[in-house]
């Protein structure tokens, strides 16, 4: 038998943002805001919260009624609703998902400044990069860099992608003026050039702050 995946890691963030604003800071980061998956889950959300009003990352703004969460679009398997919620199937602009301090889910306007939870992705359906860093990796960075989403959904979250086999780093993220992501976790153990490495980078603004 498997073992158990390990329990997610939830973090609140400072700001209140916008539920897009949330979603774009965490994925800057390499995080991704939150996603609830089992009851067990919802409760360590709740302790995470703190007892804010908070973002998570279900969203139906593609389809009304059919929520799914970001960046995976994986259908929601788990939900909490309050009472007669959702509810906006009556509004096309109540489209993300916002909870409250006992828990419970609501469904609320996207333009609404929250303070949001953001997860530490959950490694599964990664990308595996070796050799040169040119030949693909610079590649994925420069994506993930333009545009944090769609890199994820071609080659999963940016902290969990394996780069154990990549033994060239040079220029990596050279001229990646915005690039902010967490990739503390890597494996760099076969590295040996590291030339130019964040030449003209990175990080040019704070990342979302925890409470």
Not at 21 to 38: F, H, P, Y
Not at 89 to 95: I, K, L
Not at 196 to 202: A, E, P, S
Request: proline share 7%; net charge negative.
């Amino acid at each position: 038998m498997p073992p158990s995946p390990p329990p997610p890691v939830y973090t609140l963030m400072n700001e209140a943002r916008s539920w897009s604003d949330a979603n774009a800071a965490c994925l800057a980061a390499g995080l991704q805001l939150a996603s609830v998956q089992s009851a067990a889950e919802n409760a360590l959300l709740v302790t995470a919260a703190a007892g804010n009003l908070v973002w998570i990352g279900g969203i139906d703004a593609a389809s009304d009624g059919t929520w799914k969460w970001s960046p995976s679009g994986t259908p929601l398997s788990y939900t909490n609703w309050e009472g007669g919620e959702p509810n906006g199937v009556f509004n096309d602009f109540v489209d993300c998902v916002e909870v409250y301090a006992n828990g419970r889910w609501n469904d609320h306007s996207c333009t609404v400044q929250r303070r949001y939870v953001c997860e530490t992705p959950r490694c599964t359906g990664h990308s595996t990069f070796a050799g040169n860093a040119w030949d693909h990796l610079r590649t994925a960075v420069v994506e993930y860099n333009s545009n944090a989403a769609a890199a994820i959904a071609k080659y999963g979250p940016i902290a969990c992608w394996d780069v154990s086999g990549v033994t060239d780093m040079s220029h990596l993220f050279s001229n990646l003026r915005n690039f902010n992501a967490d990739i503390s976790g890597w494996d760099t153990s076969g590295v040996t050039d590291t030339n130019h490495m964040f030449y003209v980078c990175c990080f040019p603004r704070p990342a979302p702050q925890p409470v």
